[in-house]
Protein backbone atom coordinates (compact mmCIF):
# COMPACT_ATOMS: atom_id res chain seq x y z
CA UNK A 1 0.00 0.00 0.00
CA UNK A 2 1.32 3.31 -0.84
CA UNK A 3 0.59 7.03 0.06
CA UNK A 4 -0.30 8.41 -2.99
CA UNK A 5 -1.08 11.74 -1.75
CA UNK A 6 -1.47 13.63 1.42
CA UNK A 7 -4.26 16.93 1.98
CA UNK A 8 -3.92 18.91 4.45
CA UNK A 9 -7.58 20.31 4.52
CA UNK A 10 -7.50 22.80 7.37
CA UNK A 11 -5.11 24.15 9.62
CA UNK A 12 -6.08 25.18 13.55
CA UNK A 13 -4.61 27.63 15.39
CA UNK A 14 -6.22 26.37 18.77
CA UNK A 15 -5.11 24.21 21.68
CA UNK A 16 -4.15 20.78 20.55
CA UNK A 17 -6.10 20.12 17.26
CA UNK A 18 -3.18 21.65 14.57
CA UNK A 19 -4.89 20.22 11.26
CA UNK A 20 -7.40 17.94 9.91
CA UNK A 21 -5.89 15.84 6.61
CA UNK A 22 -7.19 13.41 3.92
CA UNK A 23 -4.46 10.51 3.17
CA UNK A 24 -4.86 8.52 -0.12
CA UNK A 25 -3.36 4.97 -0.92
CA UNK A 26 -2.60 3.81 -4.52
CA UNK A 27 -4.84 6.58 -6.09
CA UNK A 28 -8.01 4.66 -4.78
CA UNK A 29 -8.53 4.59 -1.39
CA UNK A 30 -8.54 7.68 1.11
CA UNK A 31 -9.17 8.39 4.92
CA UNK A 32 -10.58 11.81 5.79
CA UNK A 33 -10.29 13.16 9.32
CA UNK A 34 -7.01 12.42 10.24
CA UNK A 35 -5.70 14.80 12.80
CA UNK A 36 -2.26 17.03 14.03
CA UNK A 37 -2.76 16.82 17.73
CA UNK A 38 -0.26 18.73 20.18
CA UNK A 39 0.36 16.51 22.61
CA UNK A 40 2.12 17.32 25.93
CA UNK A 41 5.92 16.21 24.61
CA UNK A 42 5.27 15.95 20.82
CA UNK A 43 3.00 16.61 17.65
CA UNK A 44 1.51 13.37 16.54
CA UNK A 45 -1.07 12.52 14.27
CA UNK A 46 -4.28 11.04 15.33
CA UNK A 47 -6.44 8.52 13.05
CA UNK A 48 -10.21 8.91 12.86
CA UNK A 49 -12.23 8.30 15.29
CA UNK A 50 -16.12 7.98 16.91
CA UNK A 51 -17.70 8.05 20.26
CA UNK A 52 -17.92 5.33 21.98
CA UNK A 53 -21.64 4.57 24.18
CA UNK A 54 -19.21 4.54 27.16
CA UNK A 55 -17.82 8.13 26.62
CA UNK A 56 -14.19 6.59 24.96
CA UNK A 57 -13.07 6.71 21.35
CA UNK A 58 -12.49 4.04 18.98
CA UNK A 59 -10.52 4.36 15.72
CA UNK A 60 -12.53 4.20 12.55
CA UNK A 61 -9.53 3.24 10.49
CA UNK A 62 -6.40 2.40 11.49
CA UNK A 63 -3.27 1.04 10.23
CA UNK A 64 -2.61 -2.66 10.91
CA UNK A 65 1.78 -2.53 10.99
CA UNK A 66 3.61 -0.21 12.70
CA UNK A 67 5.47 -0.02 9.66
CA UNK A 68 2.71 2.01 8.01
CA UNK A 69 1.75 3.78 10.95
CA UNK A 70 5.04 4.91 11.38
CA UNK A 71 5.22 6.11 7.57
CA UNK A 72 1.64 7.49 7.32
CA UNK A 73 2.61 9.34 10.90
CA UNK A 74 6.07 10.72 8.91
CA UNK A 75 4.02 12.08 5.80
CA UNK A 76 1.21 13.79 7.26
CA UNK A 77 3.85 15.49 9.82
CA UNK A 78 5.61 16.35 6.44
CA UNK A 79 2.63 17.72 4.85
CA UNK A 80 1.57 19.64 7.26
CA UNK A 81 4.77 21.63 8.01
CA UNK A 82 5.19 22.43 4.23
CA UNK A 83 1.49 23.56 4.64
CA UNK A 84 2.55 26.19 7.54
CA UNK A 85 5.47 27.07 5.84
CA UNK A 86 2.90 28.33 2.92
CA UNK A 87 1.57 30.77 5.54
Do not use: C, Q, W
Not at 34 to 51: C, D, N, Q, T, Y
Not at 58 to 67: I, L, M
Amino acid sequence: MIITDINVRKLYDKDKLLAVVSVTFDNSFVVHDVKVIKGLEKVFVAMPSKRNSDGRFSDVAHPVTRELRREIEEKVLDAYNAALSEL
